[in-house]
Structure formats: C-alpha cells, structure tokens
C-alpha cells in the first residue's frame, strides 16, 4: 500500500515514518510513505501557500490552487484505487475499523492543514473524506496523518510478523487484552501468575478470556 501525503512539512512525515516497524516495512517494500510539498506548487514569487480569510477573522488559510495542483500531480502519479482523506477536527473519529476499511485500498493520499486550515473549496473538490484522532485541536495534520499511517499500514500484510499480532489486540477482538508478562518471574515482589508456566495451553487461554474480560469490564466497559 501507498500513502502520499501532502503537507507543507514533509520533514515530519519523513522522520516519524523512517523509525521503527514502519521504518522498516518501507525498507522491506511491504508499504510506502512518501511526503510531497505543497508549497513547491505555489505560483507566487515568495512561495506564499496561505492568505487571509474572506470576511475577516484571525490567522491564515491554506489556499485552493496550491492544494490542487499538489492533489493533480500526485494523483497522476498513481495506479490502483486512491482514496483522499483530509486529516481534520470535524472529521469523523478514527477508530480500528475505519483502520481496516482504508487498508483495502491501493493508495492513501493524505492532506494536512496547516495555520487555521484550508480553503473550503479544495476539500469539497479533492477529499473523499475527512478523518479526525480525537476531540481536539492540534497546530497542524502532520502528526494525525502519522497516527493513520500507523493504523493502517500494520494491519498491510508484512508489516506485522503475523496477523495474530493484531487480531488478539485490545479494540480488535471487541475488548481490550489480557495482562501480558515477560522475564523476570519476580518483580519488585510480584509473581508471573502460574496458570502461565504451566504449560497447559486451553487453561492458558480460558485464564487469558476471562481476564480480558475482568480488564474491559474495568477500564472499558463501554466496549462490552
Ligand atoms: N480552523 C480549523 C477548525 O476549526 O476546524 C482547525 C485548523 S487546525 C488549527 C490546523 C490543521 O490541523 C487542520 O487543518 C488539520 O489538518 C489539523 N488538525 C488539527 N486537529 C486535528 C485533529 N483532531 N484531527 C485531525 N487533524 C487535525
């Protein structure tokens, strides 16, 4: 899968997605994440991408004509589906099944606002959809647009080792996960649970169930 993301920062994009599993898928070839700047497409001598904003008010809007000479030429570029989604607070609340619902596409082209947004006009003309990660307000779509990269791209197949990673994963299986341990046995005085070295795998698993369940009942009970 492809995700194209176009931003007046690609540097925080290219950063954030060299790391780690998604760093590494990238080199693999599993997925690609390439970052395209939006101010290259600005036709005015200083490279100006915003302006004022028609009847007043504070700060600054990214302008229609840069953002759609960056969405032509990228979108040229593409083969296969190509979904847009414009990363925004009024978008809808991004969640593990619109994760798996964009995964099915071929390309993921995503657009971040910068300033106080974007012109109105471009969004209705370019954007499939807009997508929020939560009920504030951030200074820019760079970091939203790293978040949904990383939602979607390890459900891609070969970014994760095995599936299982996260089909068995708080939110995926309908609650959220079982306590989880590793070496040392002892910490600070607490115990590895025994049922977990005993080797019986159905007692394993009814044990995993049933604490899972004690968890989201817990700190989720919405989810039951
Ligand atoms: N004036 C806009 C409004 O009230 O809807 C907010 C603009 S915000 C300061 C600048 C940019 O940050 C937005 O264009 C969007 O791309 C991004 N952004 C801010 N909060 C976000 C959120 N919760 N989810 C996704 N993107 C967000």
Redesign the pocket.
Known sequence: MNFTVMTLFPGLIEQVCAESIIGRAQSAGAISVSAVDIRSYSKDKHRRVDDTPYGGGK?ML?SAPCVYDCFADVASHLEGSVHTV??????SLLTQKKAKELQKYDNLVI????????DSRVIEEIVDEE???????????EL?ACVLIDSVARLCPGVLADAECYENESISCGMLEYPQYTRPYDFHGKKVPDVLLRGNHAEIEAWRKEEALKLTQKKRPDLL
């Open positions: 700060g990214m414009y990363m925004s607070p009024q978008g657009l971040c606002g910068h300033y106080e947004g974007i997508i929020s990660i939560g009920d504030y307000v951030l200074t820019g779509g939203p």
